[in-house]
């Protein structure tokens, strides 16, 4: 697995140089900003989470799935390679985010706003790729890609209708679904670590 790690390490540093500038930027941009703005927080953990993710069209275009095949390595190491590559990913800018958004959030009182970001990142930075690495393994990079835009739509549906219904509880169960997010979305990303397995083990390159 460390090869593989190192192989997509040095992927992303040819190909995601100029989205991880972009994620640099996005950053210092919200530590500046006279306001908060979310999108600006946001994006950087969501685009860590996928960038593993993307990686598989590149595969996918150098026909790197059947070389891997005449390889020793097991198809289960593979996706559990790609999972962990994500998680590694997530973590890192999900600690990088955190860190600025405390220097920007404590001095102003606000530990309120940086315990949300704490606990609303990781349903951001893990259920797409949760989504979407299933999905890809088994239709590939362009059928894969309509699933996630439906996928993504549907999320953005139900955060407002859940967004409406939490306003309207009290300060406790509220709490309490804000605390629920993290927990949901490690709950799902394992269930779709298992589920990708099944499928890659399965599936004919």
Do not use: H
């Not at 930027?25 to 900003?33: E, G, R």
């Not at 994500?86 to 315990?115: D, H, I, N, R, S």
């Not at 059928?143 to 439906?150: A, D, F, M, W």
């Amino acid at each position: 697995m460390k090869g593989l790690i190192q192989k997509d390490l040095y992927m992303i540093w040819k190909y995601g140089r100029s989205l991880l500038v972009m994620s640099g930027i996005f950053l210092a941009v919200s530590a500046v900003a006279q306001q908060q703005n979310y999108f600006f927080v946001v994006y950087p953990v969501l685009f860590a989470g996928i960038l593993p993710v993307t990686l598989i069209s590149y595969e996918e275009r150098d026909g790197w799935n059947s070389l891997c095949d005449t390889m020793p390595i097991s198809r289960k190491t593979v996706v559990d390679e790609r999972y962990v590559m994500t998680l590694l990913c997530f973590l890192g800018m999900y600690l990088l985010t955190l860190g600025v958004q405390a220097a920007v959030l404590l001095p102003k009182g606000g530990k309120e706003g940086l315990l949300q970001l704490a606990c609303t990142l990781p349903a951001v930075g893990l259920l797409a790729p949760a989504v979407m690495i299933p999905v890809t393994l088994r239709w590939g990079v362009e059928k894969g890609r309509i699933v996630y835009y439906l996928f993504i739509a549907v999320v953005v549906m139900l955060g407002v209708i859940g967004a409406s219904s939490l306003s309207n509880l009290s300060g406790e169960i509220a709490g309490l679904g804000m605390w629920a997010l993290p927990l949901a979305a490690a709950a799902v990303f394992g269930l779709s670590w298992m589920i990708a397995v099944k499928i890659y083990e399965k599936r004919e390159l």
